[in-house]
């Protein structure tokens, strides 16, 4: 879907592959460290962002 959404928006293709490799590490942190939380793709004319927001869940072994 990442992928598909980069293309429809214009970015080059040798950025979308980088830019979907990094949503899916970040994704990964998330789940991997906090358990859950919410992810977000935004993009305008010019850009496209992705924002991970983690639960924040105890336990993760990583200091606040």
Known sequence: AVIDLALEAG???ARVH???VCVGEI???VYK???S???YLLA?????????????AAG???PA
Not at 47 to 56: E, K, Q
């Open 37 to 39: 939380g919410s992810a």
């Open 11 to 13: 970015m080059d293709e």
């Open 18 to 20: 980088q830019f979907a």
């Open 60 to 62: 993760s072994g990583i």
């Open 44 to 56: 305008d004319d010019d850009r496209m962002l992705f924002v991970a927001v983690d639960s924040g």
């Open 33 to 35: 460290h906090a358990g």
């Open 27 to 29: 994704a990964t942190n």
